[in-house]
């Protein structure tokens, strides 16, 4: 288990308790994070999901993959740092104490 930070954009945070083998995504759409829609349950279809993963934690977290990245500039014309689709973050013990931020609007 880890503990994850959403922040809104308005700078209010809920720090989130993870469960077994599950995505920053998931932990957020149990919690109902606003501004986390995550229309596709996970599939990487929708683009939904995006978080930005706080500095200090990027290189933690790493980048992108192939198909999420072509996701990510598909929906914002760009591939911004630490942007992520976060049903694509797996969480492990490693990332407890993990802060993301919500978008003002999804992909
Ligand atoms: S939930 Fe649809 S791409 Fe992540």
């Given at each position: 288990m880890a503990r994850i930070t959403f922040i809104q954009p308005d700078g209010s945070r809920q720090v989130l308790e993870s469960g077994e083998d599950e995505t920053v995504m998931l932990v957020g759409v149990r919690h109902n994070v606003?501004?986390?829609?995550?229309?596709?349950?996970?599939?990487?279809?929708?683009?939904?999901?995006?978080?930005?993963?706080?500095?200090?934690?990027r290189a933690a977290v790493g980048g992108p993959g192939l198909d999420e990245g072509d996701m990510i500039e598909d929906a914002l014309g760009m591939r911004p740092p630490g942007r992520r689709l976060s049903c694509q973050v797996r969480i492990t013990e490693a990332l407890d104490g993990l802060e993301v931020r919500l978008p003002e609007t999804q992909g």
């Amino acid at each position: 288990m880890a503990r994850i930070t959403f922040i809104q954009p308005d700078g209010s945070r809920q720090v989130l308790e993870s469960g077994e083998d599950e995505t920053v995504m998931l932990v957020g759409v149990r919690h109902n994070v606003a501004k986390l829609p995550a229309d596709c349950g996970g599939q990487l279809a929708c683009a939904s999901c995006m978080v930005e993963v706080a500095e200090p934690w990027r290189a933690a977290v790493g980048g992108p993959g192939l198909d999420e990245g072509d996701m990510i500039e598909d929906a914002l014309g760009m591939r911004p740092p630490g942007r992520r689709l976060s049903c694509q973050v797996r969480i492990t013990e490693a990332l407890d104490g993990l802060e993301v931020r919500l978008p003002e609007t999804q992909g």
